[in-house]
C-alpha cells in the first residue's frame, strides 16, 4: 500500500497533521515509538502544569486569610498525592489523544520509525521495525531531547532532566537548576513553593532571556523572596557528582544539593530519522525548511522541535497545519512574529512579538504603552495592590503598529491571546480600543494603554 502522508512522531505535529488531513480523506500512517502526545503531554508542558496547579493552590491556601478564609492551621502538601493526581491527569489526556487518533482512521504503528529512501516511483520508504512503508508524502515532527551542556565532568554527573524530575514521589528537600529559561523557572518556583532549597544558576544577566527585561525582573525578585537563591551572570565550570562548581567575575561558587536538574533546553531528535538517505539539509542538527515546512526533499516535510527555533507545542500544531495544508495544494504560511510564550510561574509572564531588546538591536524606533492590571476590579477584588500586574505594548514610532504585547500576573496566559490577534493583524492601540472589553475584568485593562 502507498499512503497519502506518512507521519514521525506522534506528539503535537502528528495530532494536528491528523486533525487536518483525514477529514479530508487522506490515507496516512503515523509513526510513535513511545506515546502519543509527543513531550508537551507526557513529559513538558502539561505534567509541568498539573504540579504547578496544585503548588499554586497550596500557596493561595496559605495566604486564605487575606480573603478573610481561615483553615485551621497552615496547609500541608503531600508531594506523593501531588505526582499521582499528575500521573492521573496525564493519564486521561494520554488515552483521549490515543481515542483521537484511533477514530481518525490512520494507521498507527507503535514503533520507531526512519526514513530508508527514495524508490523509483519516487514515493518515499520507511522502515519500523522489521517493517516498510511507502508515502506519497512524509511529514517529520519526531520532538527533541534534554540539551545537556559540555560541562566539565557532566559524564560522569549525577544528573536529572525535566524527564526524571517529573518521576519524583517525595519533593527534595535542596535542588540545584542550571538554566534559567522557561523549563528552569517553572521547576524552581514549584519546588520552592512546596519548601524545597533552590539555587538557580543561568549564564545570561538576568532570568528568561527572551522575555521582556523588566518583567523578568519582577517575576526573579518575587522568587528571591520565596526563598530561591539565583546565580546570574554564572558560567557553570565543573560538576562532581551532584555538586557543581559555577564562577563569576573570577569568583568560583560550590554548589551542594540533593538532586542536580539539566534543564538548558531541548535540541532536535533527529539524529534516527536517518535524514542523509535524502540528503535532506540541516543546520546544527535542525531540519531546514522553507515558509511551508518543506525540506531540501520536496515530498518531504518537517516540523516542530526538529526544525528548532520556537519550540512550543502551540508553534509545532500550527506548522504541521501548514504543512498539511501545502500538501492539499492550500496555501498556507506561519507568522512567527505573532507566536505567543507563556511562562507559568506566580505571577504568570507572557509574550507576543518583539521584546524592547529585540527593536534595540534592529534600529527600529517604538513607543510604550503601558497599563496596571490594578485598575482592573476583577485584578484588585482576587489579589492587592502589591501584587504584580501590568501590560506593556510596543508600537512603531511612525506607523503606530503594534510590533509586542508583553504581560506579567495572572492571568497573562489566557491575556496573551488577546495580543497575539493584535500583533497578527497589525492592530494599533487605537483599533484595540475599538472593541468591548467585559468590565470588570483584567482584559479591560487594553482600554487603558496610555
Given at each position: 500500500m502507498?499512503y497519502?502522508?506518512a507521519i514521525?512522531?506522534?506528539g503535537p505535529?502528528?495530532?494536528?497533521a491528523?486533525?487536518?488531513?483525514?477529514?479530508?480523506?487522506k490515507?496516512?500512517?503515523?509513526?510513535?515509538?513511545?506515546?502519543?502526545g509527543?513531550?508537551?503531554l507526557?513529559e513538558?508542558?502539561?505534567p509541568?502544569?498539573?504540579l504547578?496547579?496544585?503548588?499554586h493552590?497550596?500557596e493561595?491556601?496559605?495566604?486564605?486569610?487575606k480573603a478573610?478564609v481561615?483553615?485551621?492551621?497552615?496547609?500541608?502538601?503531600?508531594y506523593?498525592?501531588?505526582?499521582?493526581?499528575?500521573?492521573?491527569?496525564?493519564?486521561?489526556?494520554?488515552?483521549?489523544?490515543?481515542q483521537?487518533l484511533?477514530?481518525s482512521?490512520a494507521?498507527i504503528?507503535y514503533e520507531m520509525?526512519?526514513?530508508d529512501?527514495e524508490?523509483e516511483?519516487g514515493t518515499?520508504?520507511?522502515?519500523a521495525?522489521?517493517q516498510?512503508?511507502?508515502?506519497k508524502?512524509?511529514?517529520l515532527?519526531?520532538?527533541?531531547t534534554?540539551?545537556i551542556?559540555?560541562?566539565?565532568?557532566?559524564?560522569?554527573?549525577?544528573y536529572?532532566?525535566?524527564?526524571e524530575i517529573l518521576?519524583?514521589?517525595e519533593?527534595?528537600?535542596?535542588?540545584t537548576?542550571i538554566?534559567?529559561?522557561?523549563l528552569?523557572?517553572?521547576f524552581?518556583?514549584?519546588?520552592?513553593?512546596?519548601?524545597t532549597?533552590?539555587?538557580?544558576v543561568?549564564?545570561?544577566?538576568e532570568?528568561?532571556?527572551?522575555?521582556?527585561?523588566?518583567y523578568?525582573?519582577i517575576?526573579?525578585?518575587?522568587?528571591e523572596?520565596k526563598?530561591?537563591r539565583?546565580h546570574?551572570g554564572a558560567k557553570a565550570?565543573?560538576?562532581?557528582?551532584k555538586?557543581?562548581?559555577?564562577s563569576?567575575?573570577?569568583?568560583q561558587?560550590?554548589?551542594?544539593?540533593?538532586?542536580?536538574?539539566?534543564a538548558v533546553?531541548?535540541k532536535p531528535?533527529?539524529d534516527k530519522l536517518?535524514?542523509s538517505?535524502?540528503?535532506?539539509e540541516?543546520?546544527?542538527?535542525a531540519i531546514?525548511?522553507?515558509a511551508?515546512?518543506?525540506t531540501?526533499h520536496?515530498n518531504v516535510?518537517?516540523?516542530?522541535?526538529?526544525?528548532g527555533g520556537s519550540?512550543?507545542?502551540?508553534?509545532?500544531?500550527?506548522e504541521?497545519?501548514?504543512?498539511?495544508?501545502?500538501?492539499?495544494?492550500?496555501?498556507d504560511?506561519?507568522?512567527y512574529?505573532?507566536?505567543?510564550?507563556v511562562?507559568y510561574?506566580?505571577?504568570?509572564?507572557a509574550s507576543?512579538?518583539?521584546t524592547?531588546?529585540?527593536?534595540?538591536?534592529?534600529?527600529i524606533a517604538?513607543?510604550?504603552?503601558?497599563?496596571?492590571f490594578a485598575?482592573?476590579?476583577?485584578?484588585?477584588?482576587?489579589?492587592?495592590?502589591?501584587?504584580?500586574g501590568?501590560?506593556?505594548?510596543?508600537t512603531?514610532?511612525e506607523?503606530?503598529k503594534?510590533?509586542?504585547?508583553?504581560?506579567?500576573?495572572n492571568?497573562?496566559?489566557e491575556?496573551?491571546?488577546?495580543?497575539t490577534?493584535?500583533v497578527?493583524?497589525?492592530?494599533t492601540?487605537?483599533?484595540?480600543?475599538?472593541?468591548?472589553?467585559?468590565h470588570?475584568?483584567?482584559?479591560a485593562v487594553?482600554?487603558?494603554l496610555?
Amino acid at each position: 500500500m502507498i499512503y497519502d502522508v506518512a507521519i514521525i512522531g506522534g506528539g503535537p505535529v502528528g495530532i494536528a497533521a491528523i486533525r487536518t488531513l483525514a477529514p479530508k480523506g487522506k490515507s496516512i500512517v503515523l509513526f510513535e515509538g513511545n506515546k502519543l502526545g509527543g513531550t508537551c503531554l507526557n513529559e513538558g508542558c502539561m505534567p509541568t502544569k498539573a504540579l504547578l496547579h496544585s503548588a499554586h493552590v497550596f500557596e493561595a491556601l496559605n495566604e486564605a486569610n487575606k480573603a478573610g478564609v481561615e483553615i485551621g492551621g497552615a496547609a500541608k502538601a503531600n508531594y506523593n498525592i501531588i505526582s499521582q493526581r499528575k500521573n492521573q491527569i496525564i493519564q486521561a489526556l494520554g488515552m483521549g489523544a490515543t481515542q483521537g487518533l484511533e477514530a481518525s482512521g490512520a494507521n498507527i504503528v507503535y514503533e520507531m520509525a526512519q526514513i530508508d529512501g527514495e524508490n523509483e516511483d519516487g514515493t518515499i520508504r520507511i522502515k519500523a521495525g522489521n517493517q516498510f512503508y511507502n508515502a506519497k508524502d512524509v511529514i517529520l515532527g519526531a520532538g527533541s531531547t534534554s540539551a545537556i551542556p559540555p560541562i566539565k565532568g557532566i559524564e560522569t554527573a549525577e544528573y536529572i532532566t525535566s524527564r526524571e524530575i517529573l518521576e519524583l514521589t517525595e519533593a527534595p528537600k535542596s535542588l540545584t537548576v542550571i538554566g534559567g529559561g522557561v523549563l528552569g523557572l517553572e521547576f524552581a518556583s514549584l519546588f520552592a513553593i512546596l519548601g524545597t532549597k533552590v539555587d538557580l544558576v543561568e549564564m545570561s544577566p538576568e532570568i528568561l532571556p527572551t522575555m521582556d527585561a523588566e518583567y523578568a525582573a519582577i517575576v526573579r525578585q518575587q522568587y528571591e523572596g520565596k526563598g530561591i537563591r539565583f546565580h546570574l551572570g554564572a558560567k557553570a565550570e565543573q560538576v562532581n557528582g551532584k555538586e557543581i562548581v559555577i564562577s563569576k567575575d573570577g569568583v568560583q561558587t560550590t554548589l551542594s544539593n540533593e538532586l542536580l536538574l539539566m534543564a538548558v533546553g531541548r535540541k532536535p531528535a533527529t539524529d534516527k530519522l536517518n535524514l542523509s538517505s535524502l540528503n535532506i539539509e540541516t543546520n546544527r542538527n535542525a531540519i531546514v525548511v522553507d515558509a511551508q515546512m518543506k525540506t531540501s526533499h520536496p515530498n518531504v516535510y518537517a516540523c516542530g522541535d526538529v526544525i528548532g527555533g520556537s519550540m512550543l507545542a502551540h508553534t509545532a500544531m500550527h506548522e504541521a497545519r501548514v504543512a498539511a495544508h501545502t500538501i492539499m495544494g492550500i496555501s498556507d504560511s506561519i507568522n512567527y512574529d505573532s507566536i505567543p510564550a507563556v511562562v507559568y510561574t506566580n505571577p504568570e509572564i507572557a509574550s507576543v512579538g518583539a521584546t524592547e531588546a529585540t527593536l534595540k538591536n534592529k534600529g527600529i524606533a517604538y513607543n510604550i504603552s503601558n497599563a496596571a492590571f490594578a485598575q482592573a476590579g476583577r485584578y484588585v477584588l482576587e489579589n492587592d495592590f502589591q501584587t504584580p500586574g501590568a501590560v506593556k505594548v510596543l508600537t512603531d514610532k511612525e506607523s503606530g503598529k503594534i510590533l509586542g504585547i508583553h504581560l506579567i500576573g495572572n492571568p497573562a496566559s489566557e491575556l496573551i491571546a488577546i495580543g497575539t490577534m493584535a500583533v497578527a493583524e497589525g492592530y494599533t492601540i487605537a483599533k484595540m480600543q475599538q472593541f468591548v472589553f467585559p468590565h470588570p475584568t483584567v482584559a479591560a485593562v487594553f482600554q487603558n494603554l496610555a
